[in-house]
């Protein structure tokens, strides 16, 4: 986010992004108002700059934007490139590839596009009994997955392969956020939970904190509080997905204290 | 056991085993009876022909046999072999290693014994919380370990470490014979369980039908049954350890049959 905002102040003019730079449309709003337009496909970036968001780029439109001689601003998240960098690192070694996550998740398909071997991506237990045998796996999981099902599908390989290669490629981050909202949500009488919907990593997190305290509701901005959540209810929790810009969250704040003064 | 009894046929004379073969004090009776000598201690041994027990030798007893020039029938278990192989490849690529299995069991402390960094031998989840972090973690298991608890550990291990290389060395006809106890525990009244009471593994099969079928009990030979157990009882469920000898079993059941038909 703060290394696209350089970059807009830079490059005024033909900077583009592709895809939406985060999961979240305010933030992506924000920045049209500075004037960078986002692009779905490389194809339609005619000159310019184009700015490689968070969750990484295939190999296909690495290839499209160098041919096209675009200049490149690549701000794929550094835990997003380890990552890459383990899952090619078992590909080379011979090792069959799990990835846990999203098989539709931009940050998956890319690092997808640049192994050789068998990969699969799964995102539960029953799948990986469908799968295999194999002789060497390697497990590897997408930056923003629960830490949980991670675990579960590590021990479940364990029945369907001689040796498992496990990177923890989890965001560290992600993981103390998820453990976090979880003790917090012990602690409150509702639970609100900020980001996009488009986001893979605000929905986990409002699904765990659900399972802990049922009045758990997600919002994408302040305006989207309901009055009613929070009355007649003692504290209330306040989460946030990776890709939250801290204003909303202060926003937000602000807010649910003015909500709950009235 | 084959491999010894061809040994003594050979050797009638000057025939150690260091240490008792097998984990069965009637298999090891026989042997007695064909001339082959118990010796705990390689230094014991004056002479003469040392068979390599099922559970591996140490590098120490190893060293002290080559130096007294005995003659070494080496009758150690493929599939401990390939534990071996394996902690030693990870020892070798800079790995921790943790070992799923019991610290004075024969088997794990002649795999140490040739390591020559950091090594843990665990046997329950609780004692992996009180060791590393690890940048690079190695697991392997004692041959005749509970699979579930291979798997809990491995588990467990994945929120101390970065990276996990696990080589399932479990072997396959115990995890089976487990699985399968497991399944005849639930359709029967009462569970007999043949084998050495100093036998891991077989203590382990009790362990795990007794969860399933509390009444099941643990016998060396067919003279242990007691009638009282089997008196008023459906179906009797059988399984054995093993090392338990195939003439043993055979025993058993006979006697069970006996008892059921009075």
Same mark, same amino acid.
């Given at each position: 986010?703060?290394?696209?905002?350089?970059?807009?102040?830079?490059?005024?003019?033909?900077?583009?992004?592709?895809?939406?730079?985060? /999961?979240?449309?305010?933030?992506?709003?924000?920045?049209?108002?500075?004037?960078?337009?986002?692009?779905?496909? &490389?194809?339609? &970036?005619?000159?310019?700059?184009?700015?490689?968001?968070?969750?990484?780029?295939?190999?296909? @439109?690495?290839?499209?934007?160098?041919?096209?001689?675009?200049?490149? $601003? @690549?701000? =794929?998240?550094?835990?997003?490139?380890?990552?890459?960098?383990?899952?090619?690192?078992? @590909?080379?070694? #011979?090792?069959?590839?799990? +990835?846990?996550?999203?098989?539709?998740?931009?940050?998956?398909?890319?690092?997808?596009?640049?192994?050789?071997?068998?990969? %699969?991506?799964? @995102?539960?237990?029953?799948?990986?009994?469908?799968?295999?045998?194999?002789?060497?796996? #390697?497990?590897?999981?997408?930056?923003?997955?629960?830490?949980?099902?991670?675990?579960?599908?590590?021990?479940?390989?364990?029945?369907?392969?001689?040796?498992?290669?496990?990177?923890?490629? &989890?965001? /560290?981050?992600?993981? $103390?956020?998820?453990?976090?909202?979880?003790? +917090?949500?012990?602690?409150?009488?509702?639970?609100?939970?900020?980001?996009?919907?488009?986001?893979?990593?605000?929905?986990?997190?409002?699904? $765990?904190?659900? %399972?802990?305290?049922?009045?758990?509701?997600?919002? %994408? =901005?302040?305006?989207?509080?309901?009055?009613?959540?929070?009355?007649?209810? #003692?504290?209330?929790?306040?989460?946030?997905?990776?890709?939250?810009?801290?204003?909303?969250?202060?926003?937000?704040?602000?807010?649910?204290?003015?909500?709950?003064?009235?």
């Amino acid at each position: 986010m703060e290394m696209a905002l350089e970059a807009a102040e830079k490059h005024p003019a033909r900077l583009y992004t592709l895809g939406p730079l985060i /999961h979240n449309p305010q933030a992506v709003e924000f920045l049209g108002g500075l004037g960078v337009k986002v692009k779905n496909r &490389i194809e339609s &970036i005619p000159e310019g700059t184009v700015i490689f968001r968070s969750h990484g780029v295939s190999l296909k @439109d690495l290839k499209k934007a160098k041919e096209k001689k675009l200049h490149i $601003i @690549d701000a =794929t998240c550094p835990i997003v490139k380890k990552a890459h960098f383990f899952a090619n690192y078992l @590909d080379r070694h #011979g090792y069959a590839l799990l +990835i846990v996550g999203d098989a539709y998740h931009p940050e998956v398909e890319a690092i997808r596009s640049y192994l050789k071997g068998e990969v %699969e991506v799964v @995102d539960n237990v029953e799948a990986v009994y469908r799968l295999g045998p194999w002789e060497k796996l #390697g497990i590897i999981a997408q930056t923003t997955q629960s830490f949980n099902l991670f675990k579960e599908i590590v021990t479940t390989s364990l029945e369907k392969a001689k040796e498992v290669r496990v990177f923890n490629t &989890i965001c /560290h981050a992600t993981t $103390i956020r998820q453990k976090e909202a979880v003790e +917090i949500a012990r602690k409150v009488e509702c639970m609100i939970v900020i980001g996009g919907y488009n986001s893979g990593n605000t929905q986990r997190l409002a699904a $765990i904190c659900r %399972e802990i305290q049922p009045s758990t509701y997600q919002v %994408e =901005t302040a305006r989207e509080l309901n009055p009613k959540w929070l009355a007649k209810k #003692g504290k209330i929790g306040l989460t946030a997905g990776a890709s939250t810009p801290s204003w909303i969250i202060k926003e937000v704040e602000s807010e649910i204290r003015r909500l709950k003064s009235l």
